[in-house]
């Protein structure tokens, strides 16, 4: 048996242009993604498909399952974290074009065990130019065959920047991207959302303010706020609890210190 959608999923699963999506714990925020997928996925040609990421791999894994339990056709379709989107649909097959040769590659998780790529952390800082000794030194390490973690979306983004080949494959077999989670955004994931958006691929974006886990690692919720008032996006609010009664979320929002009376549940809808 599938749910109804409530009035206020129904607006997000009908929308057809670039939206950013506010849920609250409980919100049904997975419902609403797996169900708009549901109807794109029904008028895609056999070529095409949508990218639908999350930053972890057990929400990317529900993702993947629950549109399977709904039987929606894979076709062309990306299911998975952000970090492996960036390594198996821009690093691995169009590093060749800015390395000039075919790599086997090995994940390694940080440039901390590698010195001599040290300078490789700059990237980080994504609206600086590349320098030359950079752009030199990220083609040295990928022509050896290593993806550092820490600086996969960095990477990612170099290519999609530098290699116009990346852009046009991608843009032709995907119509849409689905980012969930986006309140862990960093600079690097948030551009490449942003670049592919600019390309013509349809962004939905969906968070919770309240619950960003990686500022640790320089990713920040500001992302996710900026596209809330970013005029080629329209803003929705998932704010009715269909997983608990409203008091055991506003308890557990307690516990992790974020003050109740700071959010605005709109009563209304």
């Known amino acids: ?36 997928i549901k109807i794109i996925s029904d008028s895609l040609l056999s070529y095409q498909g949508v990218i639908a990421i999350s930053f972890t791999q057990k929400s990317s894994y529900e993702l993947s399952i629950r549109s399977k339990r709904r039987e929606i056709p894979k076709k062309k379709s990306f299911y998975g974290t952000i970090d492996g989107f960036c390594i198996n649909e821009i690093i691995r097959p169009f590093s060749k074009h800015f390395t000039n040769q075919i790599n086997l590659f090995e994940v390694k998780t940080t440039l901390n065990d590698y010195p001599i790529y040290k300078e490789l952390k700059s990237l ?52 849409h991207i689905f980012i969930d989670e986006y309140q862990d955004c960093g600079e690097a994931q948030d551009a ?43 803003h929705f609010k998932l704010t009715e609890n269909r997983r608990c009664h409203k008091s055991i979320s506003d308890y557990s929002l307690a516990l992790m210190g974020i003050s109740i009376d700071s959010i605005d549940y709109d009563y209304r809808m």
Do not use: W
């Open 1 to 36: 048996m599938v749910l109804k959608p409530t009035p206020e999923q129904e607006k997000i699963i009908n929308e057809s242009g670039n939206i950013v999506v506010t849920a609250k714990p409980g919100s049904g925020k997975t419902f609403t993604i797996i169900e708009k």
């Open 124 to 175: 980080e800082n994504v609206n600086e130019e590349v320098s030359q000794s950079n752009m030199d030194l990220l083609s040295q390490s990928l022509k050896e065959g290593h993806i550092f973690l820490d600086i996969c979306g960095e990477t990612a983004l170099f290519i999609l920047n530098n290699v116009p080949a990346c852009l046009e494959y991608l843009k032709s077999r995907y119509t």
């Open 192 to 234: 490449i959302f942003k670049k592919l958006v600019n390309a013509g691929i349809i962004g939905v974006a969906v968070g919770d303010l309240d619950q960003a886990i990686y500022a640790f690692s320089n990713r920040y919720s500001k992302f996710l706020s900026s596209l809330m008032s970013n005029p080629n996006f329209k």
